[in-house]
């Protein structure tokens, strides 16, 4: 199964500037988080990418896309219809291909020898068919993600065959629907902003799109439907997924890329002394 081709969608007006975002990487350079997922497409292999946007932002993106050997497109979104519109965007650019499929607000940090992107498309290509990333998800974390389950692939411990997807569930929907064997209590398979997917899902994307729905349709809509019409199975990664737009979650991302890097002994030394200060300053007062 290759995968040649990604996109990255950034296009939501509440979120549409968080990929501009300066950060520090773990060089120690000063990057966007745009920057940083590309970086995480083109270390799986990843040759084309396809960026999402709004019209207003195109000329703050191509600045903060920096320079890349990767043939780089922006494509507009005219009006904000929703994450399954914006991803159809991307269905001349995809064609019949496979495709990594990344959200534009959410960082990545692996926990081994090899990105979470090329992780993923590993397993993809192991099993030859579409493979959502997951993190093991505290209940409180639920607003934010859309949450698989199903059973374990057997004799492979983080592989799941994916059976219920739910956007964004209630703890009592999730309490009923989503339980998933092994996992601790009140934790949850959530995605993890990225997928290997088919171009099956676009045509189920297109369809969800031109549907007369009440609300605009999202990407787990159409996952919800794929196990009826192929194989879907999840991935539980090693590394972790930062949400740049939750509380503090630049914040998060930042220490998080930070503590895998070069300046590790300096971010711990500056974290203890903040701490030790706000200590000394309660023990005072």
Do not use: W
């Amino acid at each position: 199964m290759q995968v040649r081709k990604a996109v990255i969608t950034a296009a939501a007006p509440d979120q549409s500037r968080l990929p501009l975002q300066q950060l520090i990487d773990a060089q120690g350079r000063e990057r966007t988080a745009l920057a940083l997922i590309i970086d995480e497409a083109t270390s799986a292999g990843i040759e084309e990418i396809a960026v999402i946007i709004r019209p207003e932002d195109a000329s703050a993106y191509e600045s903060a896309a920096e320079s890349t050997s990767v043939d780089l497109h922006f494509i507009k979104q005219a009006k904000p219809t929703g994450y399954a519109a914006a991803l159809t965007l991307a269905s001349d650019f995809i064609g019949s291909e496979n495709f990594l499929h990344l959200v534009g607000d959410h960082l990545y940090v692996e926990s081994t020898n090899q990105t979470c992107a090329k992780q993923l498309i590993n397993v993809a290509a192991e099993f030859g068919c579409s493979v959502s990333a997951v993190q093991a998800t505290r209940e409180t974390n639920l607003p934010y993600f859309g949450i698989v389950s199903g059973p374990r692939v057997p004799q492979l411990d983080r592989v799941f065959e994916i059976e219920t997807v739910l956007e964004k569930p209630t703890p009592t929907k999730a309490e009923q629907h989503l339980i998933t064997p092994g996992l601790r209590s009140g934790q949850y398979l959530g995605f993890f902003g990225m997928h290997v997917l088919t171009p099956e899902v676009m045509s189920l994307l297109k369809d969800l799109s031109n549907a007369p729905e009440s609300k605009p349709a999202s990407l787990s809509d159409a996952l919800a439907q794929l196990p009826g019409r192929q194989r879907y199975l999840a991935y539980q990664l090693r590394g972790s997924r930062y949400n740049l737009g939750v509380d503090y979650g630049l914040l998060r991302a930042q220490l998080a890329i930070g503590l895998s890097g070069r300046d590790r002994d300096l971010i711990l030394t500056e974290l203890v002394d903040l701490l030790a200060g706000r200590l000394e300053g309660t023990h005072q007062s």
